[in-house]
């Protein structure tokens, strides 16, 4: 059987690279952070990493991860409710509910996994789950796992929310769902709007914080503190992989019944391991840390209003972004690559993005400022874009 399946893989991986849609990775030999060396022995200014707030090589973390690493060893082999929590495990969750003034926290592997654990256990064929439609792919993942009802709204539609909410009345309860940032564009999503609606049609809402927790609002608590919703939200999800250090790990953090349900009945969580103790001790000192400064996000906010206005000086296409996320729009596939690569040849880490990762005809640069960034850092990066996109007939 394998003979005739493996022609069809060989046949479909050739016709993903003649589209123009292959993905390669190349590969870093030195720490995360604004400049690193890949295998080719070329050092280069990372402009394409979650790092947002150039907390990966933080010598604050190593040193946390350091002594939980002696003291308390590499891993737990174990589910939380068997044997797998320790006391940096709660200690943790509770740090995260501080932050975003919430009433409790529950930990995962991942925030792919907090996703797709946390409507089944939730809502049933009775209720309604409403989505916006450029919600991350593990939301979408966890709603398929889910009976309940669905709606899609358009990106931040209100209209479109209004009418799925007038609908969803015949169901018992309803969730809204929307990231706080949306990774491929740069947007936040109207929260005060959506808070209105959901109180106008009696509904519940759920945000995923991953791109926005420490980039958006003053001190970085997300959407929920940019329009003053904080502790008002049902549910928040969020993960420690991208400004809160770069580890791994995802949370999901709200109301506390909801959180207790989750322990009990969410999956990803009673089957997969406990994050390792180091990468807990490693959060409680970034959340430790970030609770007594914000310089981190000042610094990133205008990093990242610098880089925005340049390019925009320059004449690119740039989606409207209210986050470290700026979508340099080019459209096409193929030409995604090529600038990606002339990129790299004047010392430019970017990744071109193109379907399936975002929609056909809309490829793009995703360029991800971060606070660890210098202003030299910016300016060679936005004249290595002049310069390649006259090249390539991108801006004249």
Same mark, same amino acid.
């Given at each position: ?13 050739? #016709? ?82 501080? *932050? ?37 792919? /593990? ?70 914080? #991953? ?54 009945? /969410? ?38 209003? *610098?880089?925005? #206005? ?20 080019? *459209? ?21 993005? *193109? ?42």
């Amino acid at each position: 059987m394998y003979t005739n399946f493996q022609e069809f893989l060989k046949k479909e991986l050739t #016709s993903i690279e003649e589209a123009g849609l292959y993905k390669k990775e190349r590969v870093i030999v030195t720490p995360q952070q604004s400049n690193i060396k890949i295998s080719t022995g070329q050092e280069v200014l990372n402009f394409c990493a979650n790092n947002y707030l150039g907390l990966s090589n933080s010598p604050v973390l190593v040193d946390a991860a350091k002594k939980a690493l002696d003291q308390r060893g590499f891993g737990m082999s174990s589910v939380r409710f068997i044997c797998g929590t320790q006391d940096l495990h709660l200690e943790l969750e509770k740090k995260i509910a501080e *932050y975003f003034g919430t009433e409790d926290t529950i930990l995962y592997a991942a925030c792919f996994d907090a996703n797709g654990g946390v409507f089944e256990p939730l809502l049933n064929e009775e209720d309604a789950i409403i989505s916006d439609s450029l919600n991350h792919a /593990s939301i979408i993942d966890g709603v398929r796992l889910c009976k309940a009802q669905r709606y899609r709204y358009a990106n931040a539609d209100m209209a479109e929310l209004e009418n799925c909410l007038k609908v969803a009345q015949a169901q018992r309860f309803r969730l809204i769902v929307t990231d706080g940032v949306f990774s491929m564009d740069g947007n936040v999503a109207p929260l005060d709007k959506i808070y209105e609606l959901a109180q106008k049609y009696n509904a519940m809402i759920m945000v995923d914080e #991953s791109h926005s927790a420490g980039v958006v609002g003053h001190t970085g608590r997300g959407t929920t503190e940019l329009f003053d919703l904080k502790g008002k939200v049902e549910i928040i999800t969020g993960t420690l992989g991208k400004a809160f250090g770069g580890a791994i790990g995802g949370f999901t953090t709200g109301k506390k019944e909801i959180i207790e349900m989750l322990r009990q009945r /969410s999956r990803p969580y009673l089957f997969s391991n406990s994050i390792p103790p180091m990468v807990a001790a490693a959060g409680i000192a970034m959340f430790d840390m970030m609770s007594k400064t914000n310089e981190l996000q000042d610094r990133l906010h205008a990093n990242t209003e *610098y880089f925005v #206005s340049g390019m925009l000086a320059a004449g690119f296409d740039i989606k409207p972004t209210q986050s470290a996320i700026c979508a340099v729009m080019l *459209y096409d596939a193929k030409l995604s690559q090529d600038v990606a690569a002339k990129m790299l040849e004047e010392g430019i880490y970017v990744i071109g993005f *193109y379907f399936p990762v975002v929609p056909r005809e809309q490829a793009r640069i995703r360029v991800q400022i971060s606070a660890g960034h210098r202003k030299e850092d910016l300016d060679k990066c936005i004249n290595a874009f002049i310069k390649v996109g006259k090249e390539l007939r991108v801006i004249k």
